[in-house]
Structure formats: C-alpha cells, structure tokens
C-alpha cells in the first residue's frame, strides 16, 4: 500500500507545526488567511487525502452500520439484512456485514473489527452466551441493538419475535388437527429463542391435557442430515410419536425426506411442521407448514430503533423492546 | 454518542502542543521521559482511547478485507464468503461483507464505505458496467481482486470459473441424450458470465451441427416466476423446443413447476439443466441436473490471490488470473 501523506509531511514541508496544518485544515478561525490557503496548496500538491475517516474520528461518524448474524447465507438472515438496509440506505447509511457461524470468539472479534471501523451502531443478533463481550460497545456510547437472538442487557433495545407464542401456535394447531404424540426438534435451549419455542410447545401440550414426554424432545442441528437422523430415532421409540414440530425447516426437509423413504403417509400417518419459512417450504411438491417471522419487518424495526437512537438528542437512553407477532402458515405436511 | 477525548483536548489539559502529545503517545524518541510519562497518566486519566483505527490510519493497516458481492442470501456467494473467511481468519484478518442487489450506485457508495473504514483490500463480484468506480481503490493501491463476476482492468487479478465450457457442457449433455431443439435461459448478457455461458452454449450448437434458433434464447432473471413465464413462452412457439439450459437454478426450477402443471413428463419429453447447483436443486423429489461453480474454493483462491498481494514487497504488481473448471452433475431433470 502507498505511505500516506500526513500532517506531519505537509508541517516538515512548510517548517510549521501539525497542529497548524491540523487548525488549517479543518477552517480553524485562528489561523490566518495567508496560511490556511498555503496549506491547502501544500497539501493538494503533496496529494494528501483528508479522508472522511479521519473526519470520523473527529466527528465520531462515519455513516457505516455494522450488522452481526450467525450466517448470512439463510434466508432467514438475509431478509432481516434487507429491510435494514431498505430502512438505512435511504437516510445515508452503508451496511457493513459480519457473520459469526455462531461461534462465541468469531463475533467478539467481529465486534472488534466494526468498532475499529468507526461504525455509527452496531445492529446484532448473537450467539453470545457472554456479554461482557458488550461492554466496549456500551462504553463507546455506540448505539447498539439486538435482533432475534437478544440478550437481556439493561438499557439496550432489540427486535424479537414472541418465539413462545410461536412454539405454541405450531404444537396447538398440530393438537388441534387430531395429534398427541407430539415429538419436538428443538435447537440449543441455551440460546432464548430456541428455549421460548421449547417452553411454547411444552404449554400447549399442558393446556390440551397432553402428557409432557422428555424422550419426544431432541436438540437437532438445522440441517437435512439432522433431522434425518432424529427423526429414526423418534420412530424407534418404543411409544413412537406420529408428528413433530421442528424448530428448523432444513430439519423439517430431513424428516419428511426420511418419512417418505420408509413410506409413511404425509400428513395421513405422520404431520410435520417447520419453522422460519424458507423459501422451499413454499415450492416443495409437498409443501410445509411453517411459522413465518417476517425478517424483512424484523430489519427494518431493527433499523429504526437505530435511527430513534442515534437522532436523539436527549440525554435519557431510550430502551425499546419490540415484539412481532409470529404467523403459522398451513401447508401440505399437516392436516388443515 | 460520547464525544470523543482527542490529543488536542489532552494537550490543553497540560498547555502543550498537540503534536508534542502525538509523538510522546507513539513513543517518539525526541520526547523526553517526564514528558512522555506525564501524557501517558493525563492520557489514561482522561480516558483516552488510542484505537486501533488511528493507528491503522497511520499504519495503512486495519486486518478488515471488505467483500462485495450483489446479494448475501444466495448459496453461491455465501459459499464463496465461507471459502474467503475460512482462508483468511487463521491470518488474522476479519471479514466485512456489503451486497449492491446488482446496482451500479448501491456498488460504488460500498466501495466507498470500505475505503473509508481503511480496509486492507477489497474481493468483489461487480455487477458494474463503468470501471471508473474503481479508480480510487486503485489510486490508494488497496489490492483489489475479482470473482465470479469480473472487470478486465489491468494488473488487477481474478477468480472465475470457466463459464463458456459450463455452457458448452450443459449443452453438450443435453444434445448426448438426444435433445436437439434446445432452448436457453439467458442472464443479462452484458454482464460476462452469462455472456460466455450463451456463447458455450451456441458453439455446442455448432459443433454438433444444430442450428441456432434466436427464438429459444430468453434473456431471464434467477427467479421461481420467471422460469415459469419464460417456460411457456417457449412453449407456445411455432416449433417449441424440448429442453432447455437454464442460466439460473431458480429459473430451472420454475420451467419445471410449471411442466408438472401442465403433465409434461420430466425428462421423457421435456429436459432441463440449471446452472449452480443451489442446495434445493439436490433434495427436491425431481433432482435437478446443474453445473457445479465450487464456490468455497472460488473464495479460497480469491483469499489467497489476496494474501499473496498484500505480502508481496516487490514493486511489481502481481496480476493472476485463476480460471477453475465447472463440473456437471447429472439428475433426474435430463436423462443420463
């Protein structure tokens, strides 16, 4: 990379000091007609580039918004991305993108680097079971909000959807279509959103008189070949279920996959419900029923709590919680 | 946000110059002990931040790599963005990613926004057709490097896969089978991908004597609806053809929707080859044949043509041009 010019090349130049160059520069009312235009001579001839960045780290704004997902490559996640940058772009911000693969390490060194980029907020949804991994953010005073995988830290807003009511929805409309052996592929309960969706099928089993199983739970990856795998061991159950809710469409995809190839009947003999509507639940020959979160009203939420943030002037932070309903869809894969 | 504690505000604090806290902060050897003592407590009781950006600001070094590409939530570019991360992270760079929807505008603003958050290089899919908005990259001699889709600058490198021989083998496959009235599901062509996987296309036409037929090539977008309008287009012409080399496995995957719809049995009468091999193209009841791009290692090698830039300390600018070779995978959608 070339050197770049610095103040301090253009103060040797002219036998003055940075801090003049730096006052000239910058319109200092102290410093004289005669010098400021010197500089700014020296200076373009020198081709010195005073960088918007350097004007951020004055100004303490650089325009850019740092956002943190798990993965970027789910739809899930790219959608969320989209109505933020739908909401952002317009007022002027660029949207600079971080994936952690849900490693606890990979998103405090994300974190990092968006700070030493002199990010205007941080917008995230963590995999952090850590937070103190925060605190440079609170410290700095960078407005940050969580989205979808929240931590409860006071005084910092999120978007969430009510992952309870959504596990609840799912269990009760499969309740609702003749099952009660309800099984569940739930995803690592130490992260909220997957405990809410556990905890929300758990109370309609209660509320509908179900008998709570724990064998039916099984924490399953969001991948095909996961729910494959659980899905056989749910039928080698000595009392099989005869549905699942799947806190995961790819895990959903492996197990009607699986149930297909053993020749059991969908939704006759076994119902499937998803979650997350990806985009092939909908074209599957057999399509399946799924919870939507409507990511791309979840982005842009998220991108205007920012906005509320950073355009206020108060000295009073605000807190905001902001809770989307989640909506099931009924496909083929259940009974309507 | 908080403001900021500067070197100015730590110099007015000990009425010394600014300059003189600058270099007693950087250790600068003309600065006496006491001195460099007395800035470094006022520093830290002030709470002043030396980061890592005003360093690198002068350093010309950040460890973030900016990544363009036109959409993050495509398993292509999601893939090359795990293939450049997992080469880059054991080096200690991060990555930052910015999607443009394939706007020239939305392109030249991230650019912009990576420049000015110092980024040590930028890998980029340009869905750009004015090359001027890479002057300034050049200009700051930030290495910049091409995938996928790509700009013929000079001594600037690239990392594309052989497009014209996946069109020439997409088609070849489906005339091997016995189709000879062979349609085409064109990208944009003057993006250069989708120009060379028509043009390998049209000469698998030619070498094997088959006439070229304007009408059975439709400019079509990477989505389910337009595969499904462009397929009966083709259908309701005079001489409709009886297979068709989709650019887009999204398009592939409409035409085949909709020739369901219309009990046109899937590959008897009717062959389709989509192009990327999206994960749906695998796990649907109908398999898709597609070209495989291998996108993990496309971002590998874009990541190493960085690093080996970026360590090169001779004047001469490296310039690499990697082509890798697209594979064929056959499925249900064509006859073996």
């Known amino acids: 990379m070339k050197k770049k010019v610095t103040i301090y090349d253009i103060a040797k130049e002219l036998n003055i000091t ?35 960045l350097a004007l951020a780290l004055k100004s303490g704004k650089s325009n850019n918004v740092g956002v943190i997902v798990p993965r970027i490559d789910s739809n899930f996640f790219g959608s969320v991305i989209r109505g933020i940058e739908e909401e952002l772009n317009p007022h002027g911000y660029h949207v600079i993108i971080c994936q952690t693969d849900g490693l606890e ?13 002199q990010v205007d907020g941080i917008l995230i949804s963590t995999s952090s079971s850590d937070i103190t991994i925060f605190d440079r953010v609170l410290k700095k005073e960078v407005p940050l909000i969580f989205f979808d995988r929240t931590k409860n830290i006071k005084k910092v807003s999120s978007v969430t959807i009510n992952d ?24 690592d309960l130490n992260i909220e959103i997957f405990k809410d969706r556990f905890l929300g099928y758990k109370q309609a089993l209660l509320d ?14 969001s991948s095909i070949e996961a729910g494959k795998s659980n899905i056989l061991k749910l039928l080698n159950l000595e009392n099989p279920p005869h549905a699942v809710f799947s806190s995961s469409d790819f895990a959903a995809l492996g197990a009607i996959k699986e149930l ?39 982005g842009k939420h998220t991108a205007k709590v920012f906005l509320e943030q950073i355009n ?11 809770v989307l309903d989640p909506e099931l869809i009924i496909r083929k894969s259940s009974k309507k």
């Open 312 to 322: 206020n002037n108060s000295k009073t932070r605000i807190e905001k919680k902001v």
């Open 164 to 187: 309870f009511e959504a596990g609840y929805k799912a269990t009760d409309h499969l309740i609702q279509t003749g099952c009660s052996k309800i099984a569940h592929f739930s995803g």
């Open 260 to 298: 297909r190839k053993l020749n059991i009947r969908i939704p006759e003999n076994f119902s499937v419900v998803g979650f997350s509507n990806e985009p092939f639940t909908r074209f599957m020959e057999l399509p399946i029923t799924t919870i939507d979160q409507f990511p791309l009203e979840m």
């Open 208 to 221: 509908n008189g179900i008998d709570y199983i724990e064998d039916y739970v099984i924490p399953t990856k």
């Open 105 to 117: 390490e990979k998103e405090a060194s994300n974190i990092e680097a968006l700070l030493n980029s």
């Open 18 to 52: 940075a801090a003049t160059v730096s006052r000239a520069l910058n319109n200092n009312p102290n410093i004289s007609q005669a010098t400021r235009e010197l500089v700014l001579k020296t200076a373009s001839k020198m081709n010195y580039e005073q960088n918007k």
